[in-house]
Nanobody, 126 residues
Framework: VQLQASGGGLVQAGGSLRLSCAVS????????MGWFRQAPGKEREFVGG????????YVADAVKGRFTMSRDNAKKTVYLQMNSLKPEDTAVYYC????????????????????WGQGTQVTVSS
């Protein structure tokens, strides 16, 4: 399984970006997925998680009401829609997959995830 994150960039505060994570591998559609981020000098933190079917998702309190996570299993892609961006959202964003077939849960801790993408940089200017 390989994950390729894209969609990052430089945006002004209040703007929007949509991150994509394309996944290779036949069983993608059965895996829970997550987004994490890491700012310089800080620990990696959970952003959002979604179950295998997309029927359950959750985002961290820091981004609740601004970020939304979704997936398109036919396209083998998971998305993170980010609106009303703030300078504190600046970080490298990583997508991750948990090797757990048809798992109806989402996971908010990085230790549960088995595969990681390379990350995409998001920079929000004030």
């Amino acid at each position: 399984v390989q994950l390729q994150a894209s969609g990052g960039g430089l945006v002004q505060a209040g703007g929007s970006l949509r991150l994509s994570c394309a996944v290779s591998g036949r069983t993608f559609s059965t895996y829970p997925m997550g987004w994490f981020r890491q700012a310089p000098g800080k620990e990696r933190e959970f952003v959002g998680g979604i179950n295998w079917s997309g029927t359950r998702s959750y985002v961290a309190d820091a981004v609740k009401g601004r970020f939304t996570m979704s997936r398109d299993n036919a396209k083998k892609t998971v998305y993170l829609q980010m609106n009303s961006l703030k300078p504190e959202d600046t970080a490298v964003y990583y997508c991750a997959a948990k090797d757990s077939l048809y798992d109806g849960s989402y996971y908010d801790t990085d230790k549960y995830y088995d595969y990681w993408g390379q990350g995409t940089q998001v920079t929000v200017s004030s």
